[in-house]
Each structure stands twice: as structure tokens, then as C-alpha cells.
């Protein structure tokens, strides 16, 4: 019953590194997201994906890319890691197209810091 | 503008009484949902309870129930009898079904509930 698995669960990069954030969910859900959590600023999108194959920008994109690699997997690049990138991040999915009560379901995230 | 506000960064309850944590939106959809979810200090995010804008009763869940004004924009979480393990950060969200919207959960910024014994 694995649900939304992310990983890394810890990471530390230094300014410039490039890193992925893997994420996989096994409940056939067409959709998926890449959140932010930072204190004080609640969970903030940066990218969301409504089916495989479409991507489309969140709140905060700026400074990362995506991948929907198929309908199971959702990736979240970071190409130059920069100190105001250090945050949580988690992943979440939802199944799209069942009316109003789609709730996201969320991976257990991962704690990113850069130095 | 704050889609979602959530105006109270602490609160602290007594063991067995009831709590309510404050939330107010501002969408122009007429169709759209709100969610509460908690975020132990284990850092989970947990689902707790949907109301959806046509639903014309309160959503309950066991101990949790949203108490929706629809005319003031809000969706106060009320949890009942309150125990230790409900300490925890507590995030009200909503979708927005509108065309443009996606299907993307828009966050408050959460309030931590503390219960005392």
C-alpha cells in the first residue's frame, strides 16, 4: 500500500549543484503536483501535471523544470541549486475527473537543504 | 490576494474540549472544493475532511467537521473532543473548478494546534 513515494527523503547540495526529485505514486491517478513548503508560507505550487504528457507552471516555478515521465512518475529538476531553494518538497497526485472530492494524496517529502 | 487565509498561527485547546480553526477563501467560481489536511510533526500530510460549494450540509468525519458559510467565504475546521495526537500543524486548502483553474490545491499558510492534557 505504498500510495505517493518520493525520493530522496534527505538531501544536501551546495549553490550550483543540479539534482532530481523522483516521485511515483501506484494509485493510477492522472494527476500530479510538486509542492514547496517553506515556514510561514503554507504549501506553495511550483508545478502540476493533469495528465501524462502536459505540464503546466505553479505558483513558484522559477528555477525548476519537470518531467512526466508516464502516468505513474513525476519528477522535479533542479538545474542550478541556489540557498533560496532549501525547503520540503512534496509530491502529491489526485485522481482527475471524479467530480469535486479528488483529494490530493501526498508523498512523505523531502527536506532539501542548500549551502 | 490571499485565496486562502487562515488568520490564526497558534492556537492551544484543553484535552476533551472542542476547537475551531478559522478559514476563509475568495474564489469567484461557483464550483469549487475546500480541504482541510493535518501535518503532524512527522511532517505527513494527512486529508481530513471535503465540502464541496453545492454540498448544503456540513461535512463531518468522525470527530472533525466543517462548519461552511457560504455568503462569508469560510470553512471553519471544528474538532471535538480534542485529544493529545490532534496536536499538529492544520492546512485549509481549495480547488477552484473553473475552467483555468486546473485541478490544483491552492494553501493557506496552516495553524499549529497544541492540546494541553
Known amino acids: 500500500n505504498a500510495g505517493v513515494t518520493q525520493t530522496p527523503k534527505f538531501q544536501v547540495l551546495k549553490t550550483g549543484q543540479s539534482m532530481t526529485l523522483q516521485c511515483a505514486q501506484d494509485?493510477?491517478?492522472?494527476?500530479m503536483y510538486w509542492y514547496r513548503q517553506d515556514p510561514g508560507m503554507g504549501l506553495r505550487l511550483i508545478y502540476y501535471s493533469a495528465s501524462e504528457g502536459t505540464t503546466d507552471k505553479g505558483e513558484v516555478p522559477n528555477g525548476y523544470n519537470v518531467s512526466r515521465l508516464n502516468k505513474r512518475e513525476f519528477s522535479l529538476r533542479l538545474e542550478s541549486a541556489a540557498p533560496s531553494q532549501t525547503s520540503v518538497y512534496f509530491c502529491?497526485?489526485?485522481?482527475?475527473?471524479?467530480?469535486?472530492?479528488?483529494?490530493?494524496?501526498f508523498g512523505n517529502g523531502t527536506r532539501l537543504t542548500v549551502t | 490576494a490571499q485565496k486562502i487565509t487562515q488568520t490564526q498561527p497558534g492556537m492551544f485547546v484543553q484535552e476533551k474540549e472542542a476547537v475551531t480553526l478559522d478559514c476563509t477563501y475568495d474564489?469567484?467560481?461557483?464550483?469549487?472544493?475546500l480541504f482541510w489536511y493535518k501535518q503532524p510533526s512527522s511532517g505527513e500530510m494527512i486529508f481530513l475532511i471535503y465540502q464541496g460549494s453545492y454540498d448544503e450540509q456540513n461535512a463531518t468525519e468522525g470527530r472533525y467537521s466543517l462548519n461552511f458559510q457560504k455568503a462569508r467565504k469560510s470553512a471553519n475546521l471544528v474538532i471535538s473532543a480534542s485529544q493529545l495526537g490532534d496536536s499538529a500543524m492544520y492546512f485549509c486548502a481549495m480547488r477552484e473548478e473553473g475552467k483555468s483553474s486546473g485541478d490544483k490545491l491552492t494553501f493557506g499558510t496552516g495553524t499549529r494546534l497544541a492540546v494541553r492534557p
Open positions: 474564489t469567484s467560481d461557483q464550483s469549487y472544493g
Open positions: 502529491a497526485s489526485s485522481d482527475r475527473g471524479t467530480g469535486g472530492y479528488s483529494p490530493l494524496h
Open positions: 494509485m493510477n491517478h492522472n494527476s
